[in-house]
């Protein structure tokens, strides 16, 4: 059985707000953008698509079919894009050991300006 929430006007995952205005202060889409090196098409826009990442792990999501929790209901209300979990899926295929290499660089650097 699958529950769907899509009422436009409400965010079934309020919690998200005060995360991901945290991860936009501290800058977590520029640090991604300027670290993650991630080739093709796929790794455009990467920036956004960490942050996606990082708020559909917030809702609760486990798995790239669970990213889907970012389309529904206000959710768009959030965020200036919303990615299909087929594209997150496609840009975290992309990754090599390099790339997760980049990625920890980007943690670390973002809690360093969380703790600040």
Not at 34 to 49: C, E, I, Q, R
Not at 67 to 73: E, F, K, N, P, S
Not at 102 to 110: G, M, Y
Request: aromatic share 6%.
């Amino acid at each position: 059985m699958s529950v769907s929430f899509d009422e436009p006007n409400l965010i079934a995952s309020a919690g998200l707000a005060p995360i991901m205005d945290l991860a936009r202060t501290a800058g977590l889409r520029e640090l991604a953008d300027s670290w993650l090196s991630v080739p093709t098409d796929k790794g455009a826009n990467a920036g956004l698509k960490i942050a996606a990442l990082v708020a559909g792990m917030a809702a609760g999501a486990d798995s790239i079919d669970d990213m889907a929790v970012l389309r529904h209901g206000g959710m768009k209300r959030l965020f200036s894009s919303c990615y299909a979990p087929s594209t997150l899926g496609s840009f975290l295929r992309a990754f090599t050991f390099g790339h997760v290499r980049q990625l920890d660089a980007v943690a670390s650097r973002f809690l360093a300006l969380i703790h600040r």
